[in-house]
């Protein structure tokens, strides 16, 4: 029998919308279109197929049973079902029920309760999904904000407290789901990014970004910026909270028709944005343009974590 909607819902209910192992948050409640992305996976203890990770036979014994089952997010559910000897299951069993009763006593339906967990959380870790942009400084009333597509394609706008603007929707240059937002005395940023395939690989919702786990390969960020590669060493996405008045956003974004290149201008004083149909051009010429994107940060990140590049 496949795992029934009761079983589901009490799981991530117990599991709080939260990988049992590192605790990131599973799905986002809400994105710039009010859409969901979920991150989480409901892994088996006791493998119900045979030669399965930590299979064992047992008469009338319920596979699908919440008991048998571990919310993780996709990378912690391949870690356990490939290092079984790490994981057997009294081990799982035991951060099943850790994580369970640390959601009991953490975590209610109280919004801030949860957001001042979230802001306790060591969200500067090396292994993070998620996180906050906090750049050091306010703006007042209304400034000119500029965002800035690489380095040589900038729009600038007025904005007021309060007002959201979508710097991107009636230009032709770039097909990007990007708004921003000044609200006490900062700017606010939420967008959608997406491989070629169409799956997305990160987003943001008012400066709180998410990146899915299932869609990349690495990644560094600090307090101002944050960089997306995917396993093919294209740079998915960058974003800069420069200074008080700028944002740079960076890499390598793809719509239904289209693929969009934002490089650094070349020597001969090119453009920095290349913008190519999808049905036109191979994943090896995509690869080629995309080195000419230059990465924010110095990897690996395990060893250099929040390091910029000079």
């Known amino acids: 029998m496949p795992i029934s909607e009761k079983t589901r819902k009490g799981l ?3 599991s709080g919308n939260r990988c049992a192992i590192c605790r990131i948050q599973l799905v986002l409640e809400k994105d710039l279109f009010d859409k969901q992305l979920n991150v989480g996976e409901e892994c088996h ?5 045979t030669g399965g990770p930590r299979h064992q036979f047992m008469k009338d014994f319920d596979y699908d049973d919440g008991n048998n089952l571990i919310l993780l997010c996709c990378n912690h559910h391949k ?6 000897e790490q ?15 640390w959601v009991n006593e953490n975590l ?3 919004y801030s309760k949860i957001k001042e967990l979230n802001s306790k959380s060591n969200i500067l870790d090396k292994s993070a999904l998620q996180g906050e942009f906090e750049p050091d400084y306010k703006i007042d009333k209304s400034y000119s904000i500029s965002i800035s597509l690489g380095e040589s394609i900038k729009i600038t706008m007025l904005l007021g407290d309060g007002e959201t603007v979508e710097p991107f929707k009636d230009i032709n240059m770039v097909n990007l789901p990007l708004a921003l937002k000044v609200t006490n005395g900062g700017i606010l ?6 491989n070629i395939a169409g799956k997305p690989v990160a987003q943001i919702f008012d400066n709180e970004w998410v990146i899915n786990p299932n869609n990349y390969f690495q990644r560094n960020y600090d307090k101002n910026g944050l960089e997306v590669i995917d396993e093919d060493g294209i740079t998915r996405f960058q974003i800069d909270f420069r ?5 740079k956003v960076g890499g390598v974004f793809a719509d239904e028709e289209n693929i969009y290149f934002i490089l650094s201008p070349d020597k001969n004083g090119n453009p920095g944005l290349i913008t190519t149909g999808l049905n036109y051009i191979t994943k090896e010429k995509i690869k080629t343009i995309a080195k000419n ?4 940060f110095v990897y690996p990140s395990n060893k250099h974590f929040g390091e910029r590049t000079k």
């Open 12 to 14: 991530w209910g117990r």
């Open 293 to 296: 994107v230059p990465y924010m």
């Open 189 to 194: 940023v939420s967008c959608i990014f997406s």
């Open 243 to 247: 200074d008080i008045y700028n944002i």
């Open 45 to 49: 203890i006791i493998s119900k197929q």
């Open 108 to 110: 209610d339906d109280d």
């Open 87 to 101: 994981y057997p299951v009294e081990r799982l069993r035991q951060i099943k029920t850790n994580h369970e009763k």
């Open 79 to 84: 870690e356990i079902d490939t290092q079984i």
